[in-house]
């Protein structure tokens, strides 16, 4: 942990961390999927009683694309987060002030309110300097991958990610804060 690490080749296509430990038997592959749908939340529920564990850490997503916003639930609820979207930067900052989750996923380029934009915004926040946020863009430009890490991102994910790598990621950022 804390070191900085650069993951190549194909089984790390599209990840760079920060400080992220990792098991290098992870398998590349991708799950594309249509869907629009919004989702509110996603977290398994208790036996019996229809509600989501209140101990299960809460993810902030912002992103503008329905379909990646859809697969980021996908990948997470199966871990049992309880899962916040939003469309853009803006709406992530605003719900930021309400509610402080224990992770922000967010995209670069977003109307109204860009990633980095964002990414600023938490630094400067009194109480949200520390939030890990993890960048996911389909960009994959060096400076900005560069421009986000300096600002404060914990890791930047390139779409298409590989599922499983993106679940330890999650996993790791959640632990790392711990």
């Known amino acids: 942990m804390g ?6 080749g194909a089984a790390f296509a599209g990840i760079l961390s920060a400080s992220w430990s990792f098991l290098p038997s992870f398998v590349s592959h ?4 249509r869907g629009a749908a919004l989702p509110v939340a996603a977290a398994p529920r208790r036996p019996g009683d229809g509600r989501m564990p209140e101990t299960s850490p809460r993810i902030l997503i912002a992103d503008d694309d329905a379909s990646v916003r859809r697969l980021i639930e996908l990948v997470l609820r199966k871990s049992g987060y309880r899962l916040t979207f939003v469309a853009n930067g803006l ?18 380029h977003m109307p109204e309110m860009s990633g980095f934009d964002l990414l600023s915004a938490i630094q400067r926040a009194p109480g949200l ?6 960048v996911v863009t389909a960009a994959g430009q060096p400076k900005d991958v ?4 300096k600002l404060g991102a914990a890791a930047c994910v ?3 990610f590989a599922q ?3 679940q330890a990621l ?3 950022t959640l632990a790392a804060r711990r």
């Open 3 to 8: 070191r900085r690490v650069t993951l190549t």
């Open 30 to 33: 991708t799950l594309s999927y």
């Open 91 to 108: 709406h992530a900052l605003e719900h930021l002030q309400a509610e402080t989750p224990d992770l922000v996923i967010c995209d670069l």
């Open 129 to 134: 300097a520390r939030l890990p946020v993890i």
């Open 146 to 149: 560069e421009r986000a890490l």
């Open 158 to 160: 390139f779409k298409p």
């Open 164 to 166: 499983a790598q993106f």
């Open 170 to 172: 999650v996993r790791d």
